[in-house]
């Protein structure tokens, strides 16, 4: 998606498909800044060559549920990495080490990981944990999944949108958290981007899944004034 000064470049954090793409989009684009799906916090920690451990002391700061699902979700994400050959996050790895070697300026435009999942522990709701056991239970016993897609590429816009729709019904709370309101986070970071930097060409990278959102949000909101900050690393 091309939009005055920015390139957004939808991904998909498991697909071989946007390891190429990234790539593919640095070279064409020659962007001055490369912005990413990233906080500070999650950007040292993906380039970070530790091993990963479980930071208990977290649950003080962000809540017992969300801890508990943050560490599901990177469980599944790790298990999905696994069947397709790349390690969750290797996109945003990539064009990381790509913009240090082409001495490309960096923009972290997501909201702090602490802050998301502190709300999604204050906003979940009993009914919405109950949905993700049942759920769970579902796809062990199911033979088919219900929306199909091919894990190593970027799914469709069609896809997309179903994946989407089913997290905004099932579990409206987790979508307004981790989806809606992340969204209007990145999309403000990266309008105070593009005004501050008129003159520079900035390629996003963030999820497919939040590429829809955040371009209406920029264009929706194109003269409002911004009150979110980014950093520059």
């Known amino acids: 998606m091309d939009y005055k000064n920015l390139v957004i470049l939808g991904t998909s954090h498991i697909a071989k498909q946007s390891l190429k793409e990234v790539r593919e989009s640095i070279k064409k684009e020659k962007p001055s800044i490369i912005a990413l799906e990233l906080d500070k916090s999650r950007m040292h ?3 970070s060559n530790a091993p990963k451990k479980v930071q208990w002391r977290n649950i003080r700061s962000i809540g017992l549920k969300a801890f508990i699902f943050s ?12 069947l397709v050959g790349v390690a969750p996050g290797s996109e945003m790895k990539l064009a990381i080490k790509l913009a240090k070697k082409e001495k490309i300026e960096i923009a972290m435009i997501d909201q702090d990981i602490a802050i998301t999942l502190k709300r999604l522990s204050e906003s979940i709701t009993w009914r919405e944990k109950w949905n993700f056991f049942a759920d769970i239970a579902k796809a062990l016993f199911r033979k088919k999944a219900e929306i199909e897609f091919d894990l190593s590429t970027v799914p469709d816009k069609e896809i997309i949108d179903k994946m989407v ?9 987790i979508y307004n958290v981790l989806i809606k309101e992340r969204n ?3 999309a ?28 209406a949000n920029l264009k929706a909101n194109d003269e409002s004034e911004i009150s979110y900050r980014f950093s520059i690393g």
Request: hydrophobic share 45%.
């Open 45 to 47: 920690a993906l380039m």
């Open 71 to 82: 560490l599901i979700g990177a469980w599944a994400e790790k298990k999905l990495g696994k």
């Open 165 to 173: 729709g089913k997290v905004r019904e099932r579990y409206p709370s």
């Open 184 to 186: 209007t986070f990145i």
């Open 188 to 215: 403000n970071n990266l309008r105070n981007l593009m005004l501050s930097r008129p003159d520079k060409k900035i390629l996003a990278i963030v999820g497919a899944g939040h590429v829809d959102e955040v371009t």
